[in-house]
């Protein structure tokens, strides 16, 4: 049983330009959740995908969106990045309704000059 | 204005001594609770749980109290291990279910260094 993979690992990217995060959910898992980490700071939530579509969002901003895929897998794109998005980006999936079941992915550090 | 405080940056404790971890709440609507581990390098790890209708809840050599009306709640380990220093993570949830929609909230987390 494989766990939850995130890709990539580290990310640089310039102020104003996209990027697309993945995470390939643990297998038999169907919803999958993102958290934005910022350096010192605790995982805030940022949305949650359940059967592929969008069952809850944190307080984030229109240019975070995301997608569920067939299999489970997900993908966060992030739109006119600024400096602040910096941090580390981590997907947890689950079969479970409840946070008791979420497996964490290591995360994407995802730094913006 | 951060709903959930772990006002302890980092706790250092000798191998085979108690750990406690504290973590203060100000949301009264807050219905789950949730302890993590965190590795460097790794996601974090649930740990333990408790729901607000309980005050205490043990699993092995971890117990978390809750005290509702102080709305604080805090992780006992006991005996530490060199194995638990970690980032520990307090995190809780509106929906007695833990977060069905997702919606944890987290504290900043506690460094435990856990000395031979």
């Known amino acids: 049983e494989t766990g939850v993979t995130q890709s990539p690992t580290h990310l640089i990217k310039t102020r104003g330009q996209q990027v697309t995060l993945r995470c390939s959910s643990q297998?038999?898992?169907?919803?999958v959740s993102w958290y934005q980490q910022a350096l010192g700071q605790g995982p805030q939530f940022i949305f949650q995908?359940?059967?592929?579509?969008?069952?809850g969002r944190g307080n984030f901003p229109p240019r975070f969106s995301g997608l569920q895929f067939p299999n489970y897998s997900s993908e966060l794109n992030v739109n006119a990045l600024e400096l602040d998005d910096s941090a580390l980006y981590l997907c947890?999936?689950?079969?479970?309704?409840?946070?008791?079941?979420?497996?964490f992915g290591s995360g994407t550090r995802l730094t913006v000059v | 204005d951060q709903q959930v405080k772990q006002n302890s940056p980092s706790l250092s404790v000798q191998e085979g001594r108690i750990s406690i971890l504290n973590c203060d709440y100000t949301?009264?609507?807050?219905?789950?609770f949730l302890w993590y581990k965190k590795y460097p390098a790794e996601g974090p790890t649930f740990l333990i749980s408790?729901?607000?209708?309980?005050d205490k809840n043990e699993d092995g050599r971890f117990t978390v109290f809750l005290n509702k009306s102080a709305k604080h709640l805090s992780l006992h380990i006991v005996p530490s291990q060199p194995g638990d220093s970690a980032v520990y993570f307090c995190?809780?949830?509106?929906?007695?279910?833990?977060?069905?929609?997702?919606?944890?909230?987290f504290g900043k987390g506690t460094k435990l260094s856990v000395k031979p």
């Open positions: 947890a999936s689950s079969a479970l309704r409840g946070a008791e079941g979420y497996t």
């Open positions: 995908y359940y059967r592929e579509e969008e069952n």
């Open positions: 408790i729901s607000s209708i309980k």
């Open positions: 949301n009264s609507m807050f219905d789950y």
């Open positions: 297998s038999g898992h169907n919803t």
């Open positions: 995190a809780a949830s509106e929906d007695s279910y833990g977060g069905s929609q997702g919606n944890l909230i």
